[in-house]
């Protein structure tokens, strides 16, 4: 079980597009009480499940299951690699329902409230991380890539959640235009190697919202 008793502040306020130096004092105690209304409500939940796979000159194959990654991005990702390990994390519904309670009674809480939950759900798939790599006594690890990263698909989310079975462990769900459900949510795909993997590249240069990101147009970065 994780727990996550505190969340990053700085991150959060880059999600509402804060910029470095900025003097918070006259709004720190309703990040306090942001913060602390978050960690009460949210329920932190992760599944993940490891498997091998095949390489092709078109995609990847996610052996003994149904699921298939294509595109060049995937394929850079995962070259070194023998095994990929896929994971999905959740702040659960209610992280959802305060939000959208507080967008009919508090406009600004809510703000605050929607960048911390993106913050959190970040700090979840990295301590998540570290018990996939503990559990699994891995060596050498990528770091996460998402569907929708560069040119791999986003349509892939359904077939994602039902190959680890993340419906059923941790209630996630997907829309018929790929939007995970609950919306504080995230799957990667990080591959495995029996090698020390060289460093990949990453950032905005491969991925395929490079052009509409909304980050990007402020001058900030989504932590891809």
């Not at 941790?170 to 799957?187: A, C, Q």
């Amino acid at each position: 079980m994780i727990k996550i008793e505190k969340i990053n502040i700085d991150e959060a306020l880059r999600y509402m597009g804060y910029k470095k130096n900025i003097n918070i004092d006259n709004i720190s105690s309703l990040l306090n009480t942001c913060e602390k209304n978050l960690i009460n409500s949210a329920k932190l939940r992760y599944c993940y499940k490891i498997f091998d796979i095949e390489k092709s000159s078109e995609n990847i194959k996610i052996l003994n299951t149904d699921l298939t990654l294509s595109g060049k991005s995937i394929y850079n990702h995962l070259e070194d690699c023998n095994k990929a390990v896929l994971m999905a994390c959740t702040l659960s519904d209610n992280a959802d329902r305060l939000i959208s309670r507080l967008n009919i009674t508090d406009m600004t809480s809510a703000l605050i409230t929607d960048a911390m939950a993106s913050t959190m759900i970040e700090q979840l798939c990295n301590e998540a991380e570290s018990v996939i790599r503990k559990e699994l006594d891995i060596k050498n690890m990528t770091w996460r890539f998402s569907p929708g990263y560069g040119d791999l698909p986003i349509s892939i989310q359904k077939s994602f959640i039902k190959t680890i079975n993340a419906d059923k462990q941790i209630g996630l769900t997907v829309t018929d235009s790929n939007i995970l459900i609950p919306r504080k949510s995230v799957t990667a795909i990080i591959g495995v190697s029996d090698s020390p993997l060289p460093q990949k590249k990453r950032g905005c240069a491969i991925c395929s919202m490079n052009k509409t990101c909304q980050y990007r147009k402020r001058g900030l970065h989504c932590g891809f």
